[in-house]
C-alpha cells in the first residue's frame, strides 16, 4: 500500500474514531465519515465495505498488535517472571498510546462488549497454549480468566479515567500483581 492509501485509510479511522466517541455505531454514516475525511464516497468504498468493516478492521489491528506484544513478552519459563513487567509495561503503554481509540470501541453499549470479550478471549487463550501444562486443568483456566479479566477491568478503568492513575503506575501494579500468581 502506498503512502497517500495509508494516509487516506489513517483519515477515515480518525474521523470514525471521533464520531465513534460522540455518537453510537449505528448512528455514523459513509457519508458523514466521507465529509469530515475531506473524501468521495468512492474512496471510502475502496477500502471498507461499510461502517461496521472499518470498526471490525479497527478491533483486528488492535488485538492483532496486542496479541503481538504479549506474543514476544510473554514468560516463556517460570524463572522469567521478569518478562511480566516487560509485557505489562509494553501493552499499558500501546493502550495508554491508543487510548482515544481503545476508549471509544470499549464505550459502546453492545458493541464494545463485544470488543472486550474478543480480547479477553484471545488473551487467555494465548496464555493457556504458552502455559501447555495446563491446557486441561480447570483450576488454572479459572486463574488464568481471573487474572485477565482483572487486567482488563483495571484498562478499562484507567482508559475511562475512573483509576486516576498514570499509565507508569498502572502497569507497576499489573507487574506487582501479577508476581503473586
Not at 7 to 12: A, D, E, H, V
Not at 14 to 35: A, G, M, Q
Request: aromatic share 10%; proline share 2%.
Amino acid at each position: 500500500m502506498d503512502r497517500r492509501q495509508n494516509k487516506t485509510q489513517l483519515g477515515i479511522k480518525e474521523v470514525f474514531i471521533h464520531l465513534l466517541s460522540e455518537n453510537p455505531i449505528d448512528k455514523i454514516t459513509v457519508s458523514r465519515i466521507s465529509e469530515l475525511a475531506d473524501i468521495n464516497r468512492g474512496t471510502f468504498y475502496l477500502h471498507y465495505h461499510d461502517v461496521y468493516d472499518l470498526h471490525d478492521q479497527i478491533v483486528t489491528e488492535l488485538i492483532a498488535d496486542m496479541t503481538a506484544i504479549f506474543n514476544t513478552t510473554y514468560p516463556t519459563t517460570t524463572e522469567n517472571y521478569s518478562s511480566f513487567k516487560t509485557l505489562s509495561y509494553q501493552l499499558v503503554t500501546y493502550i495508554a498510546t491508543h487510548q482515544t481509540t481503545v476508549d471509544a470501541l470499549l464505550n459502546q453499549q453492545q458493541v464494545g462488549t463485544i470488543v472486550f470479550k474478543k480480547i479477553k478471549k484471545t488473551f487467555i487463550q494465548k496464555a493457556l497454549t504458552l502455559e501447555t501444562d495446563l491446557s486441561d486443568n480447570i483450576p488454572d483456566k479459572i486463574e488464568i480468566n481471573f487474572i485477565v479479566s482483572g487486567i482488563m477491568g483495571l484498562i478499562i478503568d484507567f482508559i475511562s479515567h475512573e483509576l486516576p492513575i498514570t499509565a507508569e503506575e498502572l502497569y507497576q501494579n499489573i507487574y506487582n500483581l501479577l508476581l503473586k500468581f
